[in-house]
Structures are given as structure tokens and as C-alpha cells.
């Protein structure tokens, strides 16, 4: 089975790729001449000649309207140059002339789904199962288009068939993972989650899944070392990487958890205001915990860390300057204050902000 996957949210799914050929059976009830040019249709399709082929698939229908894979053919070469609307009229054309054809049904319903017409494709799909229940293909599909629509409980239905007919594909238990986890059947996805065989393509974002179920049940340990075998199959899975250093935070483990969320910053340019709040969350911990062992220089370096993806928040700027009176760096202090004062949201930190005040004023005094 040809199967494409693709990252979309909150799904990974896609439907397979649309395969233009002959029905070999069917083209030899056609003339000489219609066969002669489908023949040369699926050469320039070979050759990536698509508007040649469409060329010669139309010369073949003037010898046999009936000839449903030609119409096909036509639709899907329309879709490979980009005119998928332009193809529609072939595609259905080519049901009607052989509407008992559930591989014609199929490809259609296929190729809308690829082309974001979700609701169209399960309905032709569906058709298609209806002709063929047990064809795999046909099935695995219909759950996708199931799952495009939010309706898991048929897609479950669909994967759970298909996994009964071919039953060492890992996107079809990984598919069937899926649809259990939007259904909270959480011990049922773990169970399809793991049948992923480790050496699948989509092995990674299996124990990806499962790390995040074990994360939901507090087994921090157990969703560390599932998403550590994720990420030693693929290192550059950033949604891995994110939900390891969540984890490492979640431990303690602020210094480790910080190297891998900048990393991530980095590789994004910075254009991340949700990571660039959690690095200012796990810096502004760390340094508490630094300032808990009355380290208030490197509390003091930790929250100026923080400050740099959280500028405009005012208990930041106001640790700044608590960690800077405690080391003596009074005009630290004062910028920070003042900082603060121009960001405070609520009574409390201008309460704050006014006792600080009050201290720099003591020590100034005591210092003349």
C-alpha cells in the first residue's frame, strides 16, 4: 500500500496518490484506435508530459466515449499541472460511464481530499466501500476522510477493519492511535500507538503520542523515555524537541530544558512569543531557585535572561532589582524599578515597586 503522510493540525493525515493507468481488461474492449492513444496517454504521463497526455486521452474518448480511465486520466492530469477544477468534469464524467467501477469512485474521492474538498471526498468514499468493503485502500482512505471531519468514531471503525486485513502498515495503527486519543479512548490509542513498528516512518510521532499520554497521567520518566526514543529516530522533530524540554522543566531540569527551547528559538528566527514565554517561565524558576540559596548573582543573570524574551513584565523587572539591592548594584536596581513602574499592572506590584523604593532611598542614605 502507497501511503503518503502528511503534518497537518491536529490530524497527520493525507490520502493516497492518485495512479493514472490503464485498466488493461477494460481498454481492450475498446477500438484499435482508442487503445493507441491511451497508450500514448500513459507514456507522456511517464514522461511528466501532462498536457500532452490529456492531448491524446481526449483523441482516445472520440473513439470510445465509454472509455471511463480515460476521463480519469484527463481529470488526474488536469490535477497534476494545477487545475484540479478544470479535471472535476472528467473525473465524474468517468463515473458515469462506468458507475459500478468502485476504482474510478475511489480515485475521485481520493483526489478530493487532496484538494481540501472534504465532505465531497467521504461521500465518494464512501461509495466506494460500499462497492469494494473489503478493499484496503478504500477503507484506510474513508478513515482519513472521516478524521478530516472530526467524525473519529467512523474513522476508528475504518482503521480498525483495515488493521484486521493488513495488519503490519504502521500509518493504519498509527491513523487508528488518532482517531482512539480525539475519541478519549486513551488506553485503546496506546494500544494502537505501540503496534508501530519501530522501524516505520511514522515510529517517531507514535511515541510522540504516546509520551504526551504518559505526560497527561503525571509518568513524567515514562513520557521522558518515550520522547527520547522519538527524538533518537528523528532529532529534528521540533514538536519533539518542545515537549522534551517541557518535560525536563517539569523535573527541574531548567538548564537542559532552556538549551533545547533556544535552540528551537533560534531555528524560528525568534518569531515565537509562546516559546519566548515559557523560556521567561523556566529562566524566572531556575533563578528562583538560585535566589532560594541566596545566589543573587546568578538569580540576578537568570532573571536578565528572562527579561530578554519577557521585557514589558513587571515582576521580572522587580526580581531584577530585589537581586540587584542584594548584591549591592543600586543603579541596577533603579533602572529596574523604574522599568517596572512603567509596566505594573495590578496594586500589588506597585506596592512593590514602592517598598523597593524605599529600600534604595535607606541604603543611599546609609551610604552618605
Known amino acids: 500500500m502507497s501511503i503518503f503522510i502528511k503534518k497537518i493540525t491536529p490530524v497527520l493525515l493525507l490520502l493516497l496518490t492518485v495512479n493514472v493507468f490503464a485498466s488493461t481488461n477494460l481498454l481492450e474492449k475498446s477500438p484499435m484506435q482508442a487503445q493507441t492513444y491511451f497508450r500514448e496517454g500513459i507514456r507522456q504521463i511517464k514522461r511528466k508530459n501532462y498536457r500532452a497526455a490529456i492531448r491524446s486521452f481526449r483523441n482516445a474518448i472520440q473513439y470510445d466515449q465509454n472509455l471511463g480511465e480515460a476521463y480519469l486520466n484527463i481529470g488526474a492530469c488536469y490535477e497534476r499541472i494545477g487545475n484540479f477544477e478544470k479535471g472535476i468534469p472528467y473525473f465524474e464524467k468517468a463515473i458515469s460511464v462506468d458507475d459500478t467501477n468502485p476504482r474510478l469512485i475511489y480515485l475521485f474521492g481520493a483526489a478530493l481530499g487532496r484538494n481540501n474538498k472534504r465532505k465531497e471526498a467521504v461521500k ?19 478513515g482519513v476522510g472521516y478524521s478530516s471531519i472530526t467524525q473519529y468514531a467512523n474513522a476508528a471503525a475504518c482503521f480498525e477493519e483495515v488493521s484486521n486485513i493488513v495488519s503490519n502498515n504502521g500509518a493504519i495503527w498509527f491513523n487508528l492511535g488518532l482517531s482512539r486519543l480525539f475519541l478519549a479512548q486513551t488506553n485503546k490509542a496506546v494500544t494502537a500507538f505501540e503496534k508501530v513498528e519501530i522501524d516505520s516512518p511514522i515510529a517517531p510521532k507514535a511515541l510522540y503520542y504516546l509520551a504526551l499520554i504518559e505526560k497527561s497521567k503525571g509518568n513524567c520518566d515514562k513520557a521522558i523515555s518515550k520522547i527520547k526514543m522519538s527524538i533518537a529516530l528523528k532529532p529534528d522533530e521540533i514538536d519533539s524537541q518542545y515537549l522534551y524540554a517541557m518535560l525536563l522543566g517539569e523535573k527541574g531540569n531548567y538548564k537542559n530544558a532552556i538549551n533545547i527551547l533556544e535552540k528551537i528559538y533560534q531555528i524560528n528566527d525568534g518569531d515565537m512569543n509562546a516559546l519566548g514565554k515559557k523560556l521567561a517561565i523556566f529562566y524566572k524558576k531556575w533563578a528562583e531557585n538560585a535566589f532560594n540559596l541566596n545566589e543573587y548573582e546568578t538569580a540576578l543573570h537568570r532573571y536578565n535572561q528572562a527579561e530578554f524574551y519577557l521585557p514589558n513584565d513587571a515582576n521580572i523587572q522587580l526580581k531584577i532589582a530585589e537581586c540587584a539591592l542584594k548584591v549591592s548594584k543600586d543603579k541596577i536596581a533603579k533602572q529596574a524599578i523604574k522599568r517596572a513602574r512603567s509596566c505594573a499592572e495590578n496594586e500589588f506590584q506597585e506596592g512593590k515597586i514602592a517598598e523597593l523604593d524605599k529600600k534604595i532611598k535607606k541604603e543611599s542614605v546609609k551610604d552618605k
Not at 128 to 140: F, G, Q, R, S, W
Request: no cysteine; hydrophobic share 30%; aromatic share 22%.
Open 124 to 142: 465518494y468514499l464512501e461509495r466506494a466501500v460500499y462497492l469494494d468493503p473489503k478493499n484496503p485502500d478504500y477503507l484506510y482512505n474513508l
